[in-house]
């Protein structure tokens, strides 16, 4: 599958504006991926695919979880956060995608987690960076993305976690983890 093949499977399940997401966050990523020496295949069809399931009905989205081997402390939390494990599912299932790498990539893309490989981060960061974004705080993200891929994760992380604390929301164990993780690595 090329990208074009991939982008003309993922564009039904889209609204516009995120489809036009989803191309920059796949040339974001492609770029990093040449930068750090990732496959460039498999990481286009983990941008491609990485919001496959993000206007699932929450409704379905819950019963995958709960009937799916998900994790089910997901129920906690906000409903945006099961797109990516649910989207890994869903594009095993109907697309056929079966490489784990490009799954588990799409699995974590949001939450991010402890012991990120290279191309999870790839796309934890890319997603966080496509120049669509507006977040306080990205263009630092930016500047740091090419210099360190684990500074580039980690600041990501931090601001994501400064954000949704500012909201008094919740924040999931594994946007910590992923912040602890990385911390250790850009001290
Ligand atoms: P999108 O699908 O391209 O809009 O981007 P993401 O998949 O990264 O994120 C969806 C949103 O989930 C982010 O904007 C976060 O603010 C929000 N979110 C809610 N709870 C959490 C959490 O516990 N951890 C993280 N990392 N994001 C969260
Ligand atoms: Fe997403
Ligand atoms: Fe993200
Ligand atoms: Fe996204």
């Known amino acids: 599958m090329d990208r074009k093949q991939a982008l003309a499977i993922v564009q039904p399940h889209l609204k516009q504006s ?3 997401h989803t191309k920059r966050v796949v040339e974001t990523a492609v770029d990093l991926a040449k930068f750090y020496n ?4 498999k990481t286009e069809i983990a941008a491609v695919f990485h919001d496959y399931a993000k206007y699932r009905d929450k409704d379905e989205m819950e ?4 009937s799916e081997y998900l994790p089910k402390d997901l129920l906690h939390y906000h409903h945006e956060l099961w797109h990516g494990p649910v ?12 490489d784990l790498s490009i799954l588990n990539a799409i699995r974590w893309h949001t939450t991010g987690k402890a012991g ?4 999870e981060k790839i796309i934890f960061l890319a997603d966080y960076i ?6 306080p705080g990205v263009d630092k993200v930016r500047e740091q993305a090419k210099a360190d891929l684990d500074l580039g994760c980690w600041l990501a ?12 929301q919740p924040i999931y164990p594994d946007t910590f983890h992923a912040y602890n993780d990385l911390l250790i690595t850009v001290k």
Do not use: C, H, Y
Request: aromatic share 8%; charged share 35%; proline share 2%.
């Open 18 to 20: 995120r489809f036009d």
């Open 130 to 135: 496509e120049p669509g974004r507006d977040f």
């Open 38 to 41: 990732e496959d460039k295949q």
């Open 63 to 66: 019963r995958w979880i709960i």
């Open 116 to 119: 990120m490989n290279k191309l």
């Open 87 to 98: 989207g890994a599912l869903l594009i095993k299932r109907e697309v056929g995608i079966n």
């Open 157 to 168: 992380a931090k601001n994501t976690i400064q954000f949704l604390m500012s909201k008094n």
